[in-house]
């Protein structure tokens, strides 16, 4: 069965204090590894997309990168506007529906 | 930029009410989503249509129905509301075979 485990759930950073979250999945044929960021009473939206093992992907402060377990978003320096949940899904063989995790609350305090 | 367009940011319902939340999107996107979002429980796919008049039951199908008579406009119906559907309700499409979700604001449903 796919399967997607975000940690930590929940991470407190100083602004510009660098940290990295996880996504550890199992999947039948990975067919794409997709981050996204969901603020407050909001739809997520759409960060990477990630296909194959050892690549990487960068937008701003936020660069997100792939093994054949797991996958990692880092935070470079971040800001109090960085501050939402991020959720890390994937798309295997079977159906080829997104399976998402459960997220990581990310606080910047300044 | 797409757009996907939920009909309804906050509902408050009663027990046993018929419910309909609407989603357009502004392309010529075929796949759309169905998803209700609860905390400790994460996103959760009710229902998805890859093309006008077809639907299929995604994992957490029960107490709902789909209609998509449009391309751009996917339903979703709550024949008899009850208090378990309180929830936020995400409608989403997808662009192509890449798989990437594109989602709406989010439908805020409490059922009293």
Not at chain 1, 1 to 29: F, H, I, K, M
Not at chain 1, 75 to 104: H, M, W
Not at chain 2, 23 to 49: A, K, T
């Amino acid at each position: 069965e796919d399967q997607v485990t975000q940690s930590p759930e929940a991470l407190r950073l100083q602004e510009g204090e660098s940290s990295s979250l996880n996504c550890s999945y199992t999947v039948s044929g990975l067919r794409g590894l997709f981050w996204y960021r969901q603020d407050p009473g909001k739809g997520p939206e759409f960060l990477f997309t990630l296909y194959s093992a050892g690549e990487e992907k960068e937008k701003e402060r936020l660069k997100a990168t792939l093994t054949k377990k797991e996958s990692f978003l880092h935070i470079t320096a971040p800001k109090p506007e960085d501050s939402a949940t991020y959720l890390c899904a994937v798309r295997g063989n079977q159906g080829g529906k997104l399976i998402f995790g459960q997220g990581t609350e990310l606080s910047v305090k300044p | 930029d797409v757009k996907v367009t939920q009909s309804s940011r906050y509902l408050v319902k009663r027990t046993g009410e018929k419910v309909f939340l609407e989603c357009v999107q502004d392309m010529d996107h075929e796949n759309m989503f169905w998803y209700r979002q609860d905390p400790g429980l994460g996103l959760r796919l009710i229902y998805f249509s890859y093309d006008v008049k077809m639907k299929e039951k995604g994992d957490i199908p029960e107490g709902y129905s789909v209609s998509r008579e449009k391309k751009e406009r996917f339903s979703l119906i709550l024949e008899s509301a009850s208090t378990n559907q309180t929830s936020m309700y995400l409608c989403a499409f997808s662009s192509g075979n890449t798989g990437e979700l594109f989602f709406g604001e989010g439908s805020r449903l409490t059922v009293l």
